[in-house]
């Protein structure tokens, strides 16, 4: 059968929008293939770099961050807990390269200035050695009183009555002369501004006239040829005397006025110190301890003991009243009423503790015949902190002065230097 087809012509119409994208399909995760060879290392270079410096200085670069550097830093703004430490900052990573700074000085931070500084001492500072800062001046070979004043340091000196003044580097300078043939300035003081000594063989009182010369201030009275001691107690200056160990009190004007006279045969007041608001005098023949009745005599708080014939030097230390003896180099220690109370035997064959004196919390002994630094080991001890240096024998009078411990010496009337090493001292 054939059957008819017709053929039907039809326009192409327009394509729909696309469908939304089905979901990704889910398989499994194919093994990892084998890592590749590791490449040869990089490298940095200046190359293509048209403005590269020509060198590089690590130094120079931290000066342009710093005060008045071309880049500095500010921290004016900061606050709170940084702010605290903006200073501190300023000395952290700072290198000491002397040895012998970074031994003996700490690091601090001037503001007034901007500047790291040296602050001294350290908590703990380095003592094993004298320094001699000060050779001998004018054949003097006694330096017996020493004394602080006006940021300056002096000695009083023998056979020659003088007195010198340190040039704070390596040497002394002559500030007053022998006066009135006083050979040996025995103890000195310093008393309402000005410096004062004692003199041996007319027991006379000199005072400085901040120049050149010593003035006369007092003259012998009752036969006492020697001031081996001086001292200020109630606004008041005082001496202990020799040969029959009095007590004498200066007018302010023109006299001595006795205020004890001797007692126990004890013919030397040694040393004196005020302790608890008394007045105390330390004697030979028998290393007695005497306290005045702020009145008219002296009082016997404690005899001899273990034979020791001279207390040289009495000082308060940790609200206690210690002596250094002689001759067994001994240190005493008060017991507040009646006796003395043996602290340190005999060390190394020191025969005389000679002077005394409280350092950084610590108590120190200049000794003879060897001139040694004692430390007291704050128990039952001595403990040598430095030998003897340029063969001098005694240490006869310390004193503390711009936070360094310094020793007047014997025979040949030089200074030493306790705390260091500073090399330019060597």
């Excluded at 053929?7 to 590749?36: H, R």
């Excluded at 901040?210 to 006492?224: C, E, F, G, M, S």
């Excluded at 306290?291 to 014939?309: C, G, H, M, S, Y």
């Amino acid at each position: 059968m054939v059957t008819e087809t017709e053929d039907y012509i039809k326009d192409k119409g327009d394509t729909g929008d696309q469908g939304a994208p089905g979901a990704p399909g889910v398989g499994e995760k194919g093994e990892q293939g084998d890592q590749g060879d590791t490449g040869p290392p990089g490298t940095t270079t200046w190359a293509g770099i048209t403005d590269k410096p020509t060198d590089f200085a690590p130094e120079e670069h931290a000066a342009d961050h710093e005060d008045g550097g071309l880049d500095e830093i500010s921290a004016a703004a900061l606050s709170g807990l940084l702010a605290d430490e903006q200073d501190a900052g300023k000395i952290k990573g700072v290198v000491v390269n002397d040895a012998g700074k970074a031994d003996a000085y700490l690091l601090g931070y001037d503001s007034s200035t901007n500047r790291i500084i040296f602050v001294r001492p350290c908590p703990t500072p380095r003592i094993n050695q004298w320094y001699s800062v000060a050779p001998q001046l004018n054949t003097q070979t006694r330096t017996d009183g020493i004394a602080v004043l006006n940021d300056k340091l002096y000695v009083g000196t023998a056979l020659g009555g003088r007195l010198f003044e340190w040039n704070g580097v390596d040497a002394w300078v002559q500030k007053a002369p022998q006066l009135d043939a006083e050979t040996y300035i025995f103890s000195m003081a310093v008393f309402n501004g000005k410096i004062y000594g004692g003199t041996n063989p007319g027991g006379r009182l000199f005072e400085w006239n901040a120049v050149d010369a010593w003035v006369q201030k007092a003259p012998l009275l009752n036969a006492q040829t020697a001031m081996p001691s001086m001292i200020v107690f109630n606004d008041k200056l005082y001496a202990g005397t020799y040969p029959t160990g009095r007590l004498f009190e200066w007018n302010n004007v023109d006299a001595w006025v006795q205020k004890a006279p001797q007692l126990n045969s004890q013919t030397y007041i040694l040393s004196m110190a005020v302790f608890n608001d008394k007045l105390y005098g330390a004697t030979t023949p028998n290393g007695l301890l005497f306290e005045w009745n702020d009145v008219d005599a002296w009082i016997q708080k404690a005899p001899q003991l273990n034979a020791q014939t001279y207390i040289n030097s009495i000082v308060v230390f940790n609200g206690k009243l210690y002596g250094g003896t002689a001759l067994g180099g001994r240190l005493f220690e008060w017991n507040n009423v009646n006796a003395w109370v043996q602290k340190a035997p005999q060390l190394n064959s020191q025969t005389y503790i000679y002077s005394m004196i409280v350092f950084n919390d610590r108590l120190y002994a200049g000794t003879a015949p060897a001139g040694r630094l004692f430390e007291w080991n704050g128990v039952d001890a001595w403990i040598q902190k430095a030998p003897q240096l340029n063969a001098q024998t005694y240490i006869f009078s310390m004193t503390v002065f711009n936070d360094n411990l310094y020793g007047a010496t014997y025979p040949h009337a030089r200074l030493f230097e306790a705390v260091g090493p500073v090399p330019a001292h060597q």
